[in-house]
């Protein structure tokens, strides 16, 4: 079954991923990170991913902005189509890989910001000349222009006393003010598109909390989209428009957020929503309960990835043939035999 | 995924914990075995070491006897074939000899109708194998009796073959003797600063920083130049061993020491502690065996720099001396343009010392690859 | 950046004192001391010896008191009237012979550390960023054979290439009309040719170690977040390679100075030994030969000294371009 390419007939859709692939080739064999998603994202909106640990987020995430080539991946197969400031849709899989084309897009129309503020910058320059470079390599303005840019982005991520920050090194700002100067640098050029990997994770609660609020404003601000990566079904519940799952390379299941909470599906989303605390700041036991671990993804389970996990398992289909996508409703797609007439 | 497999891992057995243990030997050894170069280095350095004990054995001459009929004579090149045909017998061609007036030197040419043929275990002068068995059998030889120089002879018409097999003695010895110095001392030091830390570590990384910002060789030409004069051969071998392993010791000690700074934070090292293992115990039982492969990788890699110093030493006549023969007591036949350019075979030595330095180099470099986990 | 300077100041100055200390017990450590050599050597050659030679000598180097006292004079000798102590191979002041030896020495082992980093830099960084190709092989196949060529060796090998196919001796620092000329910039041009042999012997054998270091450490940065964050900015390959993760290779690099430094003068010695430069080398090995004792240990120290003072150099350029250290 040809999923329908809506990119093409709906101006609202900004991003299209169509049957993405993404390999890496090891010596232990092809790790197949992306194993064939696809997925829509409309402008204005939050997209939460989840899933646990080693399901290809973060591989998806690169494969979007084709920074996977040089880490040893390769986009094996499917397209990438996003809409460009001009109207024009590109399929970002097939342009050549570090060329013209696509670092014009990487920073100036798609933002990536990443888990680790500690380590995101380089400790060598200031984080005002990391941020003018990037505004620089983009928009053809002097430096003192730029370094005003700079300034004002500080202060819009609100970074107190933005004019001095600015030539601070990143060693000398706190990881939540680093990670507020990432945003900064990744909003530099008013992308449409932003691609927040964790950005939270890695900092203490207090201040996720602010860096999480201070996205949301943003987002809104700049009329943007934001897809959201994390392993926290607690922030997704509060940001996110939609919910991607993402179970072994795959999309199991994709529904606005009220109904993953409300009405999940897909068991493998029924497991992870169980198994959200109930009692607001108890430990997080997030995917905990779910029996047995993540396979590898060098050596994906046939039929349905996460059969071997699955409650509702039907032998002879589950472990054989791969489930579909399928609608449910206007927004809610699962691929689950439970759910699949298609055949 | 590391977290995953972590906890994964607490959960286990100790029967199959202990089977994981020794996988990681055989991991690394597999490893090892993956390194191309450092597997056939590692035969390269067996076949010096068994040249090296077997030195009377394999030279076909006495390396001391003078021969003046051969003085400065060139490399004879074994042939299996030449104008008059092939032979399956391997042969040498013999020299004719020509005198330049002028200079008065020999000047030698082969016979290309002479054949001198070559056969494996001849009989030839006595010799003591190990000082211990005497015998006469030599590993090659010609049968005729005459001599044969496969590498030339020097001013003195020595054999140069001969004595690089006995120079192969005395300088992988050197090397391995410094070496074993140098890790005691290293071990020793280098494992008291990262054992106890503290004051003793800073004093200790002091003194090796110092010692690693000197320039190392007119340290150890200085030391060497003090040897006096009138010692006998085997004192002033040791006194240059000795020499070599004080300076050599510097980069054990940091190896060693980083080594135990790393594994004294590790939790099995304080469980062994608070079960009431006495220190001693705790160093040798639970803490040498998991840093013995980067070690033994350090170790390696130590012994063609102490190789390579007594080479410069020597070659420079400040470390080993005549009659003893080495490497470097060798070259030093060559130190001067002039014997270079009539005698290239004299540089045949430094031949052996690269082949050697290179061979013991790759297999340091394939066992730090394997000692290290990180590596794939 | 102060309180670092200060103490990289400091322990260059231990560091110094601590050499001194090793340079004087390499003089003392020969049996007997330099004068009676001295006197042995003048009755030997038949000379008459002076007894008010001896005496004054005796006292001015303190002979006959304990050896910490001949060490303090040896320094302040040294520190007040820059007097090094008494050749007698020469039989003249060891300040007179060296300081023309050492500003060569100096040039000499500059000439071959720019030499091997103008090499070693590019080749390290091709060698990380194509990893495992054909080429990386081969630049770290030729740089073990560097490692485990003995300099002198090197020398020895080139110079026969170059006697055999060109008839020249590439020896000494100066061709024959030259030596005693005074200088001008033929002399300087004639200095510079002879250089190159020398320079590329000395300068390969510190090579290989710099590009297998340069080469570990751009492999590590290179997996760095922050390249990954760079990339992502839109950035071309060869501007961010370079602004980024060689940016960062290059300054543990610099820290390399510290052992490279003391490896090339040390290389040095011998290969000057070998073609017969003028610099301290074969003056040096004459003197420890015949165990000139105060020359050999002044050698020591100056090398030594100047040694520490490059590698303090490079700390403090190190911490000139790396703001981590600088701001600490
Ligand atoms: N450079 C690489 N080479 C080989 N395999 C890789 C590489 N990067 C990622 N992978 C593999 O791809 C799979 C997906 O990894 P990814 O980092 O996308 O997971 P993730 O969902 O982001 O996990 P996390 O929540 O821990 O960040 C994993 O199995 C991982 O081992
Ligand atoms: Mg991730």
Not at chain 1, 60 to 74: E, N, W, Y
Not at chain 2, 180 to 202: H, K, P, R
Not at chain 2, 329 to 354: D, K
Request: hydrophobic share 45%.
């Amino acid at each position: 079954m040809t999923q329908p390419i809506r990119i093409h007939n709906d101006p609202g859709v900004i991003l299209e991923l169509l049957n993405l692939r993404t390999v890496f080739e090891t010596r232990g064999g092809t790790v197949r990170a992306v194993n064939g998603i696809s997925f829509y994202t409309r402008n204005d909106t939050v997209l939460g991913v989840v899933g646990e640990s080693g399901c290809g987020k973060t591989v998806m995430a690169h494969s979007i902005l084709r920074t996977v080539d040089p880490m040893g991946g390769k986009v094996a197969d499917g397209n990438i189509f996003f809409r460009r400031k001009n109207g024009e849709v590109v399929d970002i899989a097939s342009l050549p890989s570090e060329g013209r084309q696509l670092r014009s897009l990487r920073g100036s129309e798609i933002s990536m910001i990443f888990q680790e503020p500690m380590t995101a910058f380089s400790p060598v320059y200031t984080i005002g000349q990391q941020i003018m470079e990037v505004i620089t390599l983009h928009q053809k303005i002097p430096s003192r222009q730029a370094k005003a840019k700079a300034i004002e982005m500080l202060g819009r991520v609100s970074i107190p006393k933005p004019e001095v920050r600015v030539d601070a090194y990143p060693h000398q700002l706190s990881g939540g003010m680093r990670q507020r100067a990432m945003i900064a640098m990744a909003l530099s050029c008013q992308p449409k598109l932003l691609i927040a990997d964790e950005p939270t994770t890695a900092l203490d609660v207090t201040i996720q909390a602010q860096i999480l609020e201070l996205m949301v404003a943003l987002q809104r601000e700049f009329e943007m989209n934001i897809i959201m990566i994390t392993h926290d079904l607690g922030v997704i519940a509060e940001l996110a428009t939609d919910v991607v799952v993402m179970y072994l390379g795959s999309i199991v299941e994709k529904a606005p957020v009220g109904e993953v909470y409300s009405n999940p599906k897909h068991p493998y989303t029924k497991a992870l929503q169980e198994s959200i605390p109930r009692v607001e700041g108890s430990v997080s036991k997030k995917l905990a309960t779910i029996s047995g671990s993540v396979p590898s993804a060098k050596n994906i389970p046939p039929g349905c990835p996460f059969h071997p996990r699955c409650r509702e398992f039907m032998q002879g289909q589950c472990d054989v043939h791969v489930p579909t996508l399928e609608t449910l409703s206007a927004d809610h797609t699962v691929a689950c035999w439970l759910y699949g007439g298609g055949e | 995924m590391a977290q995953n497999t972590q906890g994964v891992e607490a959960t286990k057995d100790p029967k199959q914990l202990r089977y994981e243990t020794a996988s990681q030997w055989q991991l690394m050894w597999w490893k090892f075995l993956d390194h191309k170069l450092a597997v056939i280095s590692t035969a390269v350095v067996i076949l010096l070491l068994l040249i090296a004990a077997f030195a009377e054995f394999v030279a076909p001459q006495d390396p001391y006897i003078h021969r003046s009929q051969f003085v400065n004579a060139p490399p004879q090149v074994i042939r299996f074939w030449d104008e008059n045909g092939f032979s399956l017998r391997p042969f040498v061609h013999d020299y004719e000899r020509e005198r330049d007036m002028r200079t008065l030197r020999t000047i030698y040419t082969f016979d290309t109708d002479s054949r001198i043929y070559l056969r494996f275990f001849v009989e030839g002068t006595e010799y003591e194998l190990f000082s211990l068995i005497p015998s006469s059998v030599r590993l090659f030889g010609t049968e005729s009796g005459e001599p044969v120089f496969l590498f030339g002879a020097d001013r003195l018409g020595r054999d140069l073959f001969s004595r690089v097999i006995y120079g192969t003695r005395i300088s992988m010895t050197i090397g391995f003797i410094g070496v074993v110095l140098s890790f005691v001392l290293g071990i020793t030091i280098g494992g008291l600063a990262g054992y106890y830390g503290g004051i003793i570590d800073t004093i200790v990384q002091r003194i090796i920083e110092l010692l690693m910002s000197i320039p190392t060789i007119p340290l150890w030409m200085g030391l060497a130049a003090a040897v006096p004069r009138d010692w006998s051969n085997v004192q002033v071998y040791f006194a240059i061993t000795i020499i070599l392993s004080l300076i050599g010791w510097t980069n054990l000690a940091r190896v060693v020491r980083s080594q135990f700074l790393s594994l004294r934070e590790e939790d099995f090292v304080m469980a062994a502690q608070l079960m009431g293992a006495s220190k001693f115990r705790v160093v040798f039982l639970h803490m040498l065996p998991s840093f013995i492969s980067y070690v033994i990788a350090a170790v390696t890699l130590a012994i063609p720099t102490m190789i390579l110093t007594e080479t410069a030493l020597s070659f420079l006549g400040l470390g080993l001396r005549p009659p003893t023969i080495s490497w470097g007591v060798l070259l030093q036949e060559a130190q001067n343009i002039r014997s270079v350019a009539l005698t290239p075979w004299l540089m045949i030595p430094g031949l052996f010392v690269v082949i050697a330095v290179l061979s013991l180099n790759f297999v340091g470099d394939g066992l730090r690859d394997a000692a290290d986990p990180y590596t794939q | 950046m102060l309180a670092y300077l200060l103490r990289r100041s400091v322990w260059m100055l231990v560091t110094i004192v601590l050499v001194s200390m090793l340079s004087f017990i390499l003089i003392q450590l020969p049996p007997g001391d330099f004068l009676s050599t001295y006197i042995a050597q003048l009755s030997a050659s038949g000379q008459q010896v002076d007894a008010a030679e001896v005496a004054a000598l005796e006292a001015r180097y303190g002979l006959d008191r304990p050896v910490y006292v001949q060490y303090a004079m040896w320094i302040r000798g040294i520190v007040t009237r820059g007097d090094f102590g008494q050749s007698f191979q020469w039989n003249r002041p060891v300040s007179d012979l060296i300081w023309e030896r050492v500003w060569f020495t100096v040039i000499l082992s500059g000439a071959s550390f720019v030499f091997s980093w103008v090499v070693a830099i590019p080749i390290g960084i091709f060698s990380a960023v194509r990893k495992y190709s054909v080429g990386d092989y081969l630049f770290t196949f030729l740089g073990f054979i560097g490692l485990s060529t003995p300099n002198f060796l090197l020398a020895l090998v080139l110079m026969w290439l170059l006697y055999i196919n060109f008839g020249v001796s590439p020896g000494g620092l100066f061709s024959q009309e030259y030596i005693d000329a005074p200088w001008s910039l033929a002399k300087v041009w004639d200095m510079l040719q002879h250089l190159i042999v020398p320079v590329v012997v000395i300068g390969t054998a510190g090579t290989a170690g710099l590009i297998r270091t340069l080469r570990a450490r751009l492999l590590d940065e290179l997996n760095r977040p922050y390249v990954t964050t760079a990339r992502a900015k839109g950035l071309s390959a060869w501007k961010l390679l370079i602004r980024y993760p060689v940016r960062l290779a290059i300054l543990p690099f610099i820290s390399t100075v510290g052992w490279v430094l003391p490896q090339l003068v040390s290389g040095g010695i011998i290969v000057a030994i070998v073609l017969n430069l003028p610099t301290v080398g074969p003056m040096l090995h004459r003197s420890l030969m015949s165990q000139d004792m105060y020359l050999a240990g002044s050698f020591i120290l100056i090398i030594s000294v100047l040694t520490v003072i490059g590698t303090l150099v490079s700390d403090l350029l190190l911490a000139w371009l790396d703001p981590r250290i600088r701001y600490e």
